[in-house]
């Protein structure tokens, strides 16, 4: 398997263009399902689990094809309703499929989840929306076997918890469904916002989308579409706090400051100087940092997706503050791995207690899931010494053009390919 290696203490200067959302991408590129019209997607990362979207579509009977960072779709086939364990696998937002082939085929079955290693992650809010939409599920040889005999119906669905994925899931059962479904307590992130946006672009009726209320009116058909993807948030906090924990400066362009504000409020807290516009953000480290607590919480509260490099930066500042994970409840392997650096890090149920170090030195360390791997990179940024970090197969899922991105940023950084 490749690796990474750091050597570190360079501070970063310079641009860098933030690519287009993983987490946006994803959803979106199963709703070309419920058209056979073509659509062109723009903006899509080139990312491993874009690539394995393709493949499934592809496999569904989707004709897709990523050209640079358009994938364009074309007339299907008939569609399969069953998606394999070895595609399944490799990505939990596999488990998007259920809601496109739910609404085209009324039946779908998709293997047990797998994806990434932070907690159990299960499937019950998904599967509890598709049963009040008028579902059977029986759970059979790995296999969630999801069948609407008379078609979906729309309902009333309350969420337990604002899950994205089960959002995001009803949101493209919902579109053919008989009359009119309401989801209470639905997610708000930016990229639920982005979805609904392109599906009625595609002649969906949705509304409500950013808010816990969304309504959506069933319709016949959706027509092809053309749709850019929205800027990636958790990217754009990432290399924000690359440039504070090397001491440098970094001007973001491609990005919507809106989206990470519960971030860079932060990042302003600790002492950074954060400017602004409308698609762009200059960050400088201007001087001594003060460590800030952080819990994390669903949109707009700071994002669980950014709590593994808030930690990478907090374990180098003077002081001492808290992290408490509220949306995952196995979030901190990468603890283990910041300790090897170097980190002073006591982990307490939800909470992680930190006391700042005076440096990291760099060490081998292994990447557990895609955004420990970018703490694990920041981390050897601000090391002094050499870092070499494997796994990163992880890091390849969710961050594009990493090390080039980071080498013209000043980074001394490389990709070694592993032995075969
Ligand atoms: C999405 O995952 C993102 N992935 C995650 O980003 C992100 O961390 C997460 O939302 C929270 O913001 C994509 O968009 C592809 P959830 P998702 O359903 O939809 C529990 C990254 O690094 N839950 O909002 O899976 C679940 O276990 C990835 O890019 C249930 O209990 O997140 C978790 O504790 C990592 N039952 C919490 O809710 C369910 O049916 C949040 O999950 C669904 C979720």
Known sequence: MDKIIINGGKKLRGEVNISGSKNSALPILFATLLTDEPCTIENVPSLADINTTIAFLNFIG?????????????????????????????MRASVLIMGPLLARLNRVDVSLPGGCAIGARPIDIHLEAFKKLGADIEV????????????????????RFPSV????????????????????????EPEIIDLADMLNKMGSKISGAGTKTITIEGVEKLSGVKHSVIPD?????????????????????????????AVTDKLKKCGMK???????????????????DISTAVYPGFPTDV?????????????????????????????????????DLTVDGKF???KGVERFSGAPVMVSDLRA????????????????????????????????????????????????
């Open 373 to 420: 791997g970018a703490a694990l990179a920041l981390a050897g940024l601000a090391a002094k010494g050499r870092s070499s970090i494997s796994r990163i197969y992880h890091l390849d899922r969710g961050y594009e053009f990493l090390e080039k991105k980071l080498k013209d940023l000043g980074a001394d950084i490389k990709r070694v390919k592993s032995e075969k």
């Open 233 to 261: 948030r958790i990217e754009a906090a990432t290399y924000l706090i690359a440039a504070a924990i090397t001491r440098g400066e970094i001007l973001l362009k491609d990005v919507n400051p809106k989206h990470l504000k």
């Open 165 to 188: 994925g089960a959002t995001e899931n009803i949101l493209l059962a919902a579109v053919y469904a008989k009359g009119k479904t309401k989801i209470i307590n639905a997610a708000k």
């Open 274 to 292: 954060i400017e602004e516009t409308e698609n762009t953000i200059f960050a400088k480290w201007v001087k001594d940092l003060k460590p800030c």
């Open 62 to 90: 989707k004709r897709a094809v990523k050209n640079g960072s358009n994938v364009s779709t074309s007339v299907s086939a008939k569609y399969k309703h069953i998606a394999p364990y070895d595609l399944v696998r490799k």
């Open 307 to 343: 709590q593994a490099q808030w930690m990478a930066l907090m374990c180098l500042l003077k002081g001492k503050c808290s992290i408490r994970e509220n949306v995952f409840e196995n979030r901190f392997l990468h603890v283990a791995e910041l300790q090897r650096l170097g980190a």
């Open 352 to 354: 992680v207690y930190i």
């Open 140 to 159: 059979e040889g790995g296999y969630v076997k999801t069948v609407a005999k008379k078609g979906l119906e729309g309902n009333e669905i309350k969420f």
